[in-house]
Nanobody
Framework: QMLLVESGGGLVQAGGSLRLSCAAS????????VGWFRQAPGKERELVAV????????LYADSVKGRFTISRDNAKNMVYLQMNSLKPEDTAVYYC??????????????????WGQGTQVTVSS
């Protein structure tokens, strides 16, 4: 069992930046792939970015590529999502999630075992 807690959300104007943080309760967090997801009102949850275990390989949704950067600091049991050039359509609740899937890359949504409670990001126009 692993507890994940997101922080760093808030209200920003279009074109602004935010950095989200995901803190994990256990050192074994370093053995997990970690993804950031978001869910906007009336829409399905979607993958934003994912980072692999120790290699640090990353993948991004086309809608955020070039604007968002996912990173991790395993010594601190932390994963970050740097969000630049924010747009109103980025408004959503953002979640971090972790999995230990080894058989495929990238992991599928149902592979994620642990989920945080979410943090609200609102981008005004």
């Amino acid at each position: 069992q692993m507890l994940l807690v997101e922080s760093g959300g808030g209200l920003v104007q279009a074109g602004g930046s935010l950095r989200l943080s995901c803190a994990a309760s256990r050192r074994t967090f370093s053995d997990h792939n970690v993804g950031w997801f978001r869910q906007a009102p009336g829409k399905e949850r979607e993958l934003v970015a994912v980072i692999s275990r120790r290699s640090g390989s990353t993948l991004y949704a086309d809608s955020v590529k070039g604007r968002f950067t996912i990173s991790r600091d395993n010594a601190k049991n932390m994963v970050y999502l740097q969000m630049n050039s924010l747009k109103p359509e980025d408004t959503a609740v953002y979640y971090c999630a972790a999995n230990r899937t080894a058989s495929r890359w990238p992991p599928r949504t149902y592979d994620y075992t642990y989920w945080g409670q979410g943090t609200q990001v609102t981008v005004s126009s």
